[in-house]
């Protein structure tokens, strides 16, 4: 005799599974989106779209568009579990916690494929070598006892310091005024400056000994 489910109970079963397989597609599709960003850029999400994750993925771009209303839903939800790939939560980040999360962001990005960079034209090249070497000169008047890799730390954080990009990034992402950006970026390089003259030394890679 055979003994047959309840229809409730097969339903139940049946919804339950579905959901599953749902989840299942859907942590799919954020994955292939990682993927994606992962090949190229943290900056660059312009080939993350509906359809580049769908075949990434391997589903039919109305399967995506069903987890996600549109590619604005689903850049989120990458972002997210490229976060969480990080170890790194932001909701709960505390001060004394920017550091290693820093380092967790930084270590992972180190896995990814390099960026591309875009070619810049001679004569910007000529006056960024012209810029580094200044940078590399000034450090090294006020530490010639350094090693060649802490010289060259040191100028290239005061470079990302008073770069175009930092300045921009205050006044267009963080909403500073001219004075106000000029001034917290002239901040941080004092703090540089004093750490050279004081002979703080930048940190080395663990394991690896001043040079």
Same mark, same amino acid.
């Given at each position: ?5 309840? *229809? %409730? ?30 090949? %190229? ?16 993925? !391997? ?16 850049? $989120? ?9 990080? !170890? ?8 004394? $916690? ?11 990005? &180190? &896995? ?21 070497? &200044? ?13 060649? *890799? ?15 990009? &930092? ?5 267009? $992402?963080?909403?500073?005024?001219? $004075? ?9 390089? !004092? ?17 690896? %000994?001043? !040079?």
């Amino acid at each position: 005799m055979t003994t047959t489910q309840p *229809p %409730s109970t097969r339903r139940a079963y049946d919804n339950t599974l579905r959901q599953e397989r749902a989840a299942q597609t859907r942590a799919r599709i954020v994955a292939a989106g990682a993927e994606l960003v992962r090949g %190229s850029s943290i900056r660059d999400w312009h080939g993350v779209t509906i359809r580049a994750v769908a075949t990434r993925a !391997g589903v039919h771009e109305r399967t995506v568009y069903r987890h996600f209303a549109n590619e604005r839903a689903l850049h $989120d939800a990458v972002l997210h579990h490229l976060e969480q790939e990080a !170890g790194i939560d932001l909701a709960t980040m505390r001060l004394d $916690d920017i550091a290693e999360v820093t380092t967790r962001m930084f270590r992972t990005l &180190s &896995s990814w494929a390099a960026p591309t960079r875009k070619k810049l034209d001679p004569a910007l090249v000529e006056a960024r070598g012209r810029l580094h070497e &200044s940078l590399l000169t000034a450090v090294s008047q006020q530490a010639s006892r350094w090693s060649i *890799p802490e010289r060259t730390t040191a100028a290239a954080v005061l470079d990302v310091l008073w770069s175009v990009a &930092s300045y921009e990034r205050l006044v267009s $992402d963080w909403e500073l005024d001219h $004075d106000h950006a000029t001034r917290a970026i002239t901040w941080v390089i !004092g703090l540089v400056e004093d750490a050279v003259r004081r002979g703080q030394r930048p940190p080395h890679p663990t394991g690896a %000994s001043p !040079g």
